[in-house]
């Protein structure tokens, strides 16, 4: 009897300890559960897809051709709200702070990884306080230049411009954009020597560019495309690292000398940091499924676009290589903001 006492304390005492470290799984039991079920719910009700961008380009253009399809897949409506304003910064900002449950979405392109690098006193940090969800779209940018320039491509533009340093000048939609970007990594690989000129976002440099006052510009092919078939203008370049399907003769950059260069303008999904794993694995293979339609598909490959619709890991792969790739163009080309 008195042998058999501590056996059984020590019994007792194991069955407690064992009951005590399964205690907590067995609390993250439920919440799994709610999750899970969160997420087979969603979407319940409308959800707001937020554009920082104004209304009438590529990005207004193809988020309304995807929402338009989730909200038939999903039976939800997915609804457009542009806030536009402050570089993106406002319509950014907007989600970075919403509601962390799916309903609050952004549509978004590559600014985002030059907000931080560029400003020195942004009140969020789009790296952290927003999560990657799917890549919808990507496109290179397109140089153009009036039909009657002397270059035939852009070794020859670049020649130019180091013979004639403050001759050329080339625009962009403002300060951090793509066709902005482009021009300065252009700058640092090399040697281009002419001037950048921001305009305010939109067709608002066409003026000057048809008027001579502007040299060339970095254009998204979806807006260039139809002055290259008017022969309103000349493509020099593509900066991808193969040439566009829609722009089959026009060569890359990297092919006339500049080995490695690359500049895409992409367009994806975000939502707000801390939104539940289940919700944006839903969204994002939903957003897939989209871009794989073939009516969509069709749709932007015919305007120069690619339609991707990523993975959550890869598309959180191509935003920290841009975030990299960018901040230390900001910091070697001195660039400041408006």
């Known amino acids: 009897m008195n042998d058999s006492t501590p056996h059984m304390q020590r019994r007792q005492l194991l069955g ?4 005590l470290c399964a205690a907590p799984f067995a609390s993250l039991a439920p919440l799994a559960a709610q999750a899970q079920d969160a997420a087979q719910a969603w979407p319940a009700r409308p959800v707001r897809v937020i554009v920082p961008y104004a209304p009438g380009n590529i990005s207004d253009s193809s988020v309304r ?3 338009r399809h989730l909200s038939t897949l999903l039976g939800q409506q997915f609804v457009v709200e542009n806030k ?3 570089n993106t910064q406002i319509g950014t900002d907007f989600v970075g702070r919403s509601e962390a449950d799916g309903y609050t979405l952004l549509y978004t392109g590559p600014i985002l ?3 931080g690098p560029l400003f020195d006193k942004l009140t969020f940090d789009p790296m952290k306080d927003l999560t990657p969800v799917s890549q919808a779209i990507a496109n290179p940018t397109v ?4 039909p009657d320039f002397p270059a035939k491509d852009m070794r020859e533009f670049i020649a130019l411009t180091k013979k004639d340093p403050g001759k050329y000048f080339v625009a962009s939609g403002g300060i951090g954009t793509m066709p902005h970007m482009a021009h300065e990594l252009l700058v640092s690989m090399a040697g281009l020597q002419s001037q950048h000129v921001p305009y305010r976002g939109g067709s608002s440099w066409m ?3 048809f008027g001579g006052q502007v040299t060339g510009i970095f254009d998204n092919p979806s807006s260039a495309m139809p002055l290259i078939k008017d022969g309103r203008v000349k493509p020099l370049a593509v900066t991808s690292l193969q040439r566009n399907p ?3 003769d026009v060569p890359t950059v990297a092919e006339l000398g500049v080995p490695g260069f690359e500049v895409m303008n992409w367009f994806g999904f975000f939502a707000p940091a801390r939104t539940p794993p289940a919700i944006l694995d839903k969204l994002s293979a939903s957003i897939s499924k989209v871009m794989q339609m073939p009516e969509v598909a069709d749709g932007f490959t015919k305007i120069g676009v690619t339609p991707v619709g990523n993975s959550r890991e890869k598309f959180g792969e191509i935003v920290a290589s841009d975030h990299r790739k960018w901040a230390r163009t900001v910091k070697e080309r001195n660039i400041k903001p408006e």
């Open 65 to 67: 051709v995807v929402c």
């Open 246 to 248: 829609a722009l089959p």
């Open 143 to 146: 140089f153009l230049v009036k």
């Open 113 to 115: 990884t030059v907000m």
């Open 84 to 86: 536009a304003g402050a």
């Open 16 to 19: 407690a300890a064992a009951a």
């Open 207 to 209: 003026s000057d560019f």
